[in-house]
């Protein structure tokens, strides 16, 4: 029941997000659908998921394509609806992604693997295997993000001193 | 006698919920927390702008308002009613369906970010994994309910105050979040509620609340500054500059829709304050340990009063920042700080106990802050103007 | 050290903030209906009417000559001459006000009226607590109330009072001393001047 809410507002959201004129329109549909997600994810027992995909898409990826929307383009919203010319062969590769993805999910082992007892996912877990099993990965995400938030730094401090 | 007084809300609430079906219960319960919280905190609000007002006054030299009941007291019902019965603008251009969803939306977002803050002992909404995670969250959305408010009103100005909003939000939110990782640390856990756990003991008569030790007052310092420019309060109140736009994002709002803004942006004031209560201050405990007689609600809310009373105090005191100090406070003193007390903070748990710990956690963080401090004065020496055209 | 200045900052307003509690100098605010400031001499808003005597009407010194009608920038005076004559302070037969109204929102204070007045009939008030609830009516106010004693000018404008009663007591002393043949020139000038109101 409350699946069938949460899926029918995601993909609501979705068709709005693609179908609406203006783009600041689009932006908060996509916001709908992504909070639908999280929605989807809390409900799946998965909080650590869920609240980071708030915090992450509905903090920041919307915010940036907003202000990516802001800073690019001022036109008024189209007055009639707009097709993108290559929209058949667009859509035909997204419908082959689909069928793809699909199929491969039914066809690896994870469909046929018989449902075990779900552990409880705390975040305590999360974090236990993320700096035991995944301390690789986590680590260099880490140094690439730290690396690039001190170079946008560095870019902004020079770019000042240029303009002195 | 004293552990029903501390308890009593939650006995009170347990009472209730006794008398209804239970299939309904946790949704009753979820109900009840909620009504609690909205009225409580619907009352600080009103009794925060008086005090604020008042306390501004003194400040200044005034008197503040003194005029409805006694004392000026009445003076939030005063407000309230006027609010009410104002004609509710909604601008020609404006985007109709954004325009009023934007106040919605800020309101509810400040206040979900209350579910998790514990306001006594046993007395957290919902007590989650995940709780300061869940914090953030809500509070992200607030950034987009106020670009909603600045695009929607189609207005310059409103535009320009959300633009520097967001900005300015997007800026801050990293070192508060870098903040709050050292309390994180300390407690192992991102549940408010153990974060407040790990700071109950005493030694002695003292408290173990995170911020008496160096990363912990760094830490808060950080905190409240970043939580400051959080809830776009004096002085990094640039979104809503009167002098340079107007009012900023909520220009084109009037009557109980600028009621609901004023509102949501105190909210989420309080819901910082009581974030830096949970990590830093030791949330509910007592500060001594022969004070923990008195019910724990009760030190949230005068922990909860004093940081209100300090942050009026700092808006009083200083004047607004211009965008470039404050992107500049932002990137180059906040993070770097943020990061070494992160830092400090780790060296902290891994040095033994004792005076080295202490020594070496203090160096740690005053030698980077004076570095720091040198170089942002160094670049901002103030030249005496010269002026071309006058005298 | 960064954050001194902050620091200095906070002391000085938590001084005031103590301060403000402890000595009373610090408060400036005039708590106003209750504590008043006395008003500076000069102080003007609105004009009045001025007689002499007792009798609030009879004693108006205004002989409906109509330059301030004229004159009033914004145009907020009105006048109708009355059609019989009464004697003035010297004794001289002058027309009287039969109407005269100002309208207090109109009205600028810019006190041309009374520069203009060669009768020293209209002088400024300084009262300026005008408000009504009634914004038709109660703003046009009609000579039974425009009309104030010479006393109640002294009140106000003692410097200004003084030196009007001088010239006027200097008028009616020279007016006395010419004595008797001035009944018949006096009416001559006036009623051209009311061809031009309209
Ligand atoms: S003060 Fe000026 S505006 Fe007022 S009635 Fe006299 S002339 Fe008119
Ligand atoms: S100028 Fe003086 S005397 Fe003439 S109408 Fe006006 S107030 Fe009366």
């Known amino acids: 029941m409350s699946f069938a809410i949460i899926a029918v507002f995601t ?114 877990n999360i974090g236990d295997s993320l700096m035991s099993q995944f301390v690789v990965p986590l680590e260099v995400t880490g140094l690439l993000l730290t690396a690039a938030l001190v170079g946008a730094v560095t870019i902004a401090m020079r770019e000042q001193r240029m303009n002195r | 006698m004293t552990e029903t007084m501390d308890q009593i809300f939650v006995l009170l609430k347990h009472r209730i919920l006794a008398h209804s079906p239970v299939s309904v219960q946790p949704i009753f319960s979820a109900a009840l927390s909620a009504i609690a919280i909205l009225v409580v905190f619907a009352t600080l609000f009103a009794l925060t702008t008086i005090l604020e007002r008042k306390g501004l006054g003194r400040f200044q030299n005034r008197y503040g308002p003194n005029r409805v009941g006694p004392f000026g007291l009445l003076q939030p019902l005063a407000d309230g009613l006027k609010s009410l019965t104002k004609e509710d603008i909604v601008p020609h251009s404006a985007d109709g369906v954004v325009h009023m969803l934007a106040p919605i939306v800020l309101v509810v977002a400040a206040f979900l970010g209350y579910a998790v803050l514990p306001l006594g002992r046993n007395m957290t909404a919902i007590n989650l994994d995940a709780g300061l995670l869940y914090f953030f969250a809500a509070s992200s959305v607030v950034e987009l309910a106020i670009f909603m408010a600045g695009w929607s009103s189609r207005n310059k100005y409103s535009l320009l105050g959300a633009m520097r909003a967001i900005a300015q939000m997007i800026s801050y939110e990293v070192p508060l979040i870098l903040s709050t990782i050292t309390a994180v640390m300390a407690a192992g856990s991102l549940s408010t509620g153990a974060i407040v756990e790990s700071q109950t003991g005493y030694s002695g008569i003292w408290p173990h609340w995170f911020v008496f030790t160096p990363w912990g007052f760094a830490g808060f310092v950080l905190f409240m500054i970043a ?77 909860l009063l004093v940081l209100i009373a300090m942050l009026i105090w700092v808006r009083a005191t200083l004047p607004r920042l211009r965008m470039d100090q404050l992107m500049n406070f932002a990137w180059k003193f906040m993070l770097p700080m943020a990061l070494i007390n992160l830092f400090a903070a780790s060296t902290w748990h891994f040095t033994p106990p004792g005076a080295i710990r202490w020594i070496v956690g203090t160096i740690l963080i005053a030698v980077p802050y004076l570095l720091l401090g040198r170089g942002l004065m160094q670049s901002n020496k103030l030249e005496k103007r010269t002026y071309r055209f006058a005298d | 050290m960064l954050g001194e200045g902050i620091l ?52 108006l010194r205004c002989v409906a000559c109509q330059i301030c009608e004229k004159e009033c920038p914004p145009k907020c005076i009105f006048i109708q001459k009355s059609s019989d004559k009464k004697p003035d302070y010297i004794g001289k037969q002058q027309f009287y006000p039969a109407v005269f109204n100002i309208d207090v929102s109109v009205c600028m204070s810019c006190q041309i009226c009374v520069e203009v007045c060669p009768f020293d009939a209209i002088e400024m008030d300084n009262a300026f607590e005008l408000s009504t609830t009634d914004r038709f009516r109660g703003l046009l106010w009609s000579r039974e109330q425009l009309a104030k004693p010479n006393s109640y000018f002294h009140n106000i404008h003692p410097a200004t009072a003084a030196e009007v009663d001088e010239r006027l007591a200097e008028a009616k002393a020279r007016a006395e001393a010419k004595a008797k043949p001035t009944v018949a020139a006096s009416t001559t000038s006036q009623p051209d001047s009311q061809t031009t109101t309209s």
Request: charged letters at 15%; a negative charge; glycine letters at 8%.
């Open chain 3, 8 to 59: 200095k900052g906070l002391a000085e307003t938590a001084r005031n903030f103590f301060g403000s509690f402890v000595s009373k100098e610090r408060l400036t605010t005039v708590q106003f209906p209750e504590e008043r400031l006395p008003q500076p001499e000069a102080a003007r808003n609105f004009p009045f009417l001025v007689y002499d005597g007792d009798d609030s009407q009879a004693g």
């Open chain 1, 11 to 124: 993909v609501a959201g979705a068709l709005a997000a693609m179908t609406l004129r203006n783009l600041v329109h689009c932006v908060l549909a996509l916001v709908v659908a992504f909070t639908g997600l999280a929605g989807l994810y809390l409900q799946l027992g998965a909080q650590f998921v869920g609240f980071a995909q708030i915090l992450v898409y509905v903090g920041a990826v919307a915010i940036l394509i907003v202000f990516a929307m802001l800073l690019t383009q001022s036109h008024e919203p189209l007055a009639h609806l707009t097709v993108a010319p290559g929209w058949v062969t667009s859509s035909l590769v997204a419908v082959a992604v689909f069928v793809i993805l699909a199929w491969s999910i039914r066809s690896s082992a994870v469909g046929a693997r018989s449902i075990q007892p779900r552990p409880e996912i705390t975040v305590r």
């Open chain 2, 227 to 303: 939580g400051i420019a959080e809830s776009n309060r004096s002085p990094f109140d640039l979104p809503e500059g009167e002098s340079e736009i107007i009012a900023g994002y909520f220009v084109e709002y009037s009557g109980f829709k600028f009621a609901l803004f004023f509102l949501g942006e105190y909210i989420g004031m309080f819901a910082i304050c009581g974030l830096a209560i949970t990590l830093f201050l030791g949330g509910w405990a007592a500060p001594f340990s022969f004070l923990t007689w008195a019910p724990s609600y009760f030190w949230f809310f005068a922990k």
